[in-house]
C-alpha cells in the first residue's frame, strides 16, 4: 500500500536537498514542521523544506523550473489534480484516485503518488478497535472522499456508503470500484441514510467547514468519527462527537501519516 517510487531517489550532486509545498493559500501549512523534524531525526543535515504559494495553472512550470537540489514536493489543494497530470509516472493507486499529493524527482522527469491513502489508512488506525473489513459511512463525495474509499479498500472494507448534497457521486462511485469496494450512494436528506449511519463502524466527514453545520443531526448517530478536517480544531463534527462521547480522530492525524510517505519517498530512508 505503500510508496511506490524507488528509494535512494535523490539528485546525484550528493549534497544538501530540498523540498517543499506547494497549494494556495499554503501559510498555514504544518507541512515544513513535519518534514524539518524529520530530517534532523534523518541526520540529514543541511536539508531544508519550504512553503511556496502555488495554484494548478502555476505548477507545471513551477515545477519545471525546480533548482537542482530540489528532490520533491508536497501538494495541496488546489494543485493536486495538475500535479498528477504533469507527472512523467504515477503511481497506480494515483491514477485511480486521479490526484496527487506528491511530486518525486525520478530522473529527468517527476513521479506522482498518493500518500494521502496512508494518511488515511494511519488515521483509522488510530482507533484501535475498528474491526477488520470495517463498514463506513463517508460525507462528501469531492476530491478527498476518493483516498479515503483507497484507504478502507486497502483495510478490507467491502461496502461503503457516500453521502452528498447532489447526485455527483458517479466519480467517487467509480473510484471505489475499481479498489474493489460496492459502493452504495444517498443524498444526505435520505432517511435511509440514518439507518446507514446507524449500522456502520465509522463515520468519515469530508464536508468543509462551515457545510457540516446542517449535518450535525447524522455526525451524533456515529460509532466512531474519523473527520479529515484539522484547521482549525476542534471542527464542528469533531465538537458535536466528543460532546456525545464519540471517539474521534482528526485530520492532523491523518497528515502525519501522509507525511512519512513522503519522507521515505523524498529521503529514500524509513
Given amino acids: 500500500m505503500g510508496a511506490e517510487a524507488p528509494a535512494h531517489a535523490r539528485p546525484s550532486s550528493g549534497g544538501p536537498c530540498s523540498a517543499a509545498v506547494l497549494g494556495h493559500p499554503v501559510d498555514h501549512s504544518l507541512s515544513p514542521v513535519l518534514h524539518g523534524a524529520a530530517y534532523t531525526a534523518l541526520g540529514l543535515v543541511g536539508w531544508t523544506y519550504e512553503r511556496i504559494d502555488c495554484d494548478g495553472e502555476r505548477l507545471p512550470f513551477l515545477v519545471d523550473a525546480s533548482p537542482e537540489h530540489r528532490i520533491g514536493y508536497s501538494v495541496t489543494m488546489p494543485g493536486k489534480f495538475a500535479a498528477l497530470e504533469h507527472a512523467t509516472e ?7 484516485v486521479g490526484s496527487a499529493n506528491t511530486l518525486v524527482r525520478r530522473g529527468d522527469g517527476w513521479f506522482a ?14 482507533f484501535g478497535d475498528l ?125 502525519i501519516n501522509q507525511a512519512f510517505g513522503q519522507v521515505e519517498l523524498f529521503t529514500g530512508l524509513p
Avoid at 452528498?164 to 479498489?179: H, K, L, V
Avoid at 449511519?197 to 460509532?223: F, K, S, W, Y
Wanted: aromatic residues 4%.
Fill in 90 to 96: 504515477v503511481s497506480e493507486r494515483a491514477r485511480i
Fill in 113 to 126: 503518488d498518493c500518500t494521502d491513502i496512508d494518511g488515511v489508512v494511519g488515521a483509522l488506525g488510530a
Fill in 131 to 255: 474491526p477488520p473489513s470495517p463498514s463506513a459511512v463517508i460525507l462528501g463525495v469531492g476530491g478527498t472522499s476518493r483516498p479515503v474509499l483507497a484507504g478502507l479498500a486497502h483495510l478490507g472494507s467491502t461496502r461503503v456508503v457516500l453521502a452528498s448534497r447532489r447526485d455527483n457521486a458517479g466519480p467517487a462511485i467509480a473510484c471505489g470500484e475499481q479498489f474493489g469496494l460496492r459502493v452504495a450512494s444517498y443524498l444526505l436528506d435520505d432517511s435511509r441514510l440514518l439507518d446507514e449511519i446507524d449500522r456502520a463502524d465509522v463515520l468519515i466527514n469530508t464536508v468543509p467547514e462551515p457545510g457540516v453545520g446542517g449535518l450535525v443531526h447524522l455526525v451524533r448517530r456515529a460509532r466512531r468519527l474519523f473527520d479529515v478536517l484539522y484547521d482549525p480544531w476542534p471542527t464542528t463534527a469533531g465538537s458535536v462527537a466528543a460532546a456525545e462521547g464519540t471517539p474521534v480522530v482528526g485530520g492532523d492525524v491523518m497528515l
